[in-house]
């Protein structure tokens, strides 16, 4: 018995002789969503080390490309990751789905929360208030999607302000203007500031994440694995906790 739990202790356990280091590049959506936590106990799991490689949409296929070390893990909404596989930039059989971040309202701490169930209702909650936007000139995917939203007719009663510093969330949680719009789990990490509730479907502010093994990583099939600890049942608590909806 004593044998037997020793061979299985060592199938278990990586040595350090054969630990790998991975990098996995992502934007906001994704390591802002519990990406830490589940690296955390990946790293203690496996025995690897992962490290997170913090990127914007705008730039992490650049990135993808030319950056030393290269990363070995991916993260991009769809349209972008389509490109980047392309390009020949990612193992396609690698290609999963994460899951989804979706835009909300967000208010002070102990504010009152309107009801936004409606985009009438939602821009009657936004009338005549200051709502703390990312600056679409940035060019951001969640900045342009925003701005696009509240420039509809519907909202010509708030007064949108992009932040002259960082997200719109943030800059509401610095005590300016009085909302903000921003991806759920953008909110959820600011203790200054309280979700009131995912934007009007209809509005369709949502951004969807998927994951890839990069065609520059030299630990593939640690890469791929990685990718399946990330994306186990055992995970989407952890991704929904905050805010982001796993698929």
């Known amino acids: 018995m004593r044998l037997m739990l020793s061979v299985l202790l060592a199938i278990m356990v990586v040595s350090p002789a054969t630990a790998v280091e991975l990098r996995i590049i992502s934007p906001g959506i994704v390591y802002n969503a519990a990406l830490n936590e589940l690296v955390e106990d990946y790293n203690k799991k496996s025995g690897n080390t992962a490290i997170i490689v913090r990127g914007t949409m705008d730039?992490?296929?650049?990135?993808?490309?030319?950056?030393?070390?290269?990363?070995?893990?991916?993260?991009?909404?769809?349209?972008?990751?389509?490109?980047?596989?392309?390009?020949?930039?990612?193992?396609?059989?690698?290609?999963?789905?994460?899951?989804r971040g979706e835009l909300a309202l967000a208010v002070k701490k102990g504010a009152a929360k309107p009801d936004i169930s409606t985009v009438a209702k939602l821009a009657q909650a936004m009338n005549g208030r200051t709502v703390m936007v990312n600056d679409p000139k940035g060019g951001t995917m969640q900045g342009v999607m925003i701005d696009g939203i509240?420039?509809?007719?519907?909202?010509?009663?708030?007064?949108?302000?992009?932040?002259?510093?960082?997200?719109?969330?943030?800059?509401?949680?610095?005590?300016?203007?009085d909302m903000a719009v921003q991806l759920v789990q953008e909110i959820l990490n600011k203790p200054e500031i309280e979700v009131v509730a995912p934007l009007p479907v209809e509005l369709g502010g949502r951004i969807d994440a998927v994951l890839a093994v990069s065609s520059r990583s030299t630990h593939p099939k640690e890469a791929a694995d990685f990718i399946k600890f990330l994306t186990r049942p055992e995970a989407k608590a952890a991704w929904a906790a905050k805010g982001f909806k796993p698929f």
């Not at 991916?74 to 972008?80: E, M, N, W």
């Not at 509809?152 to 300016?176: C, D, I, Q, T, W």
């Open 59 to 99: 730039k992490i296929i650049g990135q993808a490309k030319s950056d030393t070390p290269p990363a070995d893990v991916i993260g991009l909404p769809p349209d972008l990751m389509n490109t980047l596989y392309l390009d020949g930039g990612i193992v396609g059989a690698s290609y999963t789905p994460l899951g």
């Open 150 to 177: 509240l420039k509809r007719a519907e909202f010509a009663g708030a007064h949108v302000v992009p932040s002259s510093k960082g997200e719109g969330a943030s800059a509401l949680a610095r005590g300016e203007g």
